[in-house]
């Protein structure tokens, strides 16, 4: 079955560390592929998109993902993280039938 | 002003009741759906409409009813709520010709407490 993995469904990291928010799907074709974050009390804001053009994908905030044909994921990742960007953070998929598929989330806490 | 709205914001409603909740779009968008959040289970498509005359349902349907009543307006109604539908709902919109050109626009969220 198709589908989206998130793993770890808590990440913390220090003010100005890597953030690395990891993101597998499931499929036998490649899917087009979304990171959402989602702040306190407010609804999804898309990150980024994959949708087969370029496999490195630069999104706002300074967040960038990598699609891996080879290994099925798409992890999101930042430089150094700033305090704003405590969020919950939401990866999902559109497997051709122009409906997202969402992993079950990752909440992202920074360590001041 | 927002381009995606939801109303209400927050409801509280008792087993058994009916209750609508109403999501509307500035966007032009043909493509609307329905969501459920949950903790821990991220989100999870009730419905989506891809024009006024197209109703499809998603991966959780059950309970749950929607209406399209244009192209800007698609509310989704629970005819007899239940405890298990409380939850935080979103709406979205997409334009066509489908998300490899377009992406889905969330609403603000409706928070939903069935007692």
């Known amino acids: 079955a198709q589908s989206v993995t998130q793993l770890g469904s808590h990440v913390s990291v220090s003010e100005g560390a890597l953030v690395l928010l990891r993101c597998n799907y499931s499929s036998s074709v490649p899917p087009y592929l979304f990171w959402y974050v989602q702040y306190p009390n407010q609804g999804l804001q898309l990150l980024l998109k994959y949708t087969s053009a370029a496999t490195l994908v630069k999104g706002i905030n300074g967040f960038e993902a990598e699609f891996k044909k080879s290994e099925t994921s798409f992890h999101l990742t930042k430089p150094s993280a700033h305090m704003s960007d405590a969020a919950e953070y939401f990866c999902?998929?559109?497997?051709?039938?122009?409906?997202?598929?969402f992993g079950t989330g990752t909440r992202l806490t920074i360590i001041p | 002003d927002a381009d995606v709205t939801q109303t209400p914001r927050n409801r509280i409603t008792k087993t058994g009741k009916r209750i609508m909740l109403e999501c509307s779009q500035t966007k032009g968008h043909d493509r609307m759906y329905w969501y459920r959040q949950d903790p821990g289970l991220g989100l999870q498509l009730i419905y989506y409409?891809?024009?006024?005359?197209?109703?499809n349902k998603g991966e959780i349907s059950d309970g749950y009813s929607v209406s399209r009543q244009a192209q800007a307006k698609f509310s989704l109604s629970l005819e007899s709520a239940i405890p298990n539908q409380t939850a935080l709902y979103f709406c979205a919109t997409s334009g066509k010709p489908g998300l490899a050109e377009e992406t889905q626009y969330f609403g603000p969220g409706t928070r939903l407490l069935v007692l």
């Open positions: 409409s891809f024009d006024v005359k197209d109703i």
């Open positions: 999902a998929a559109d497997f051709g039938n122009e409906k997202l598929t």
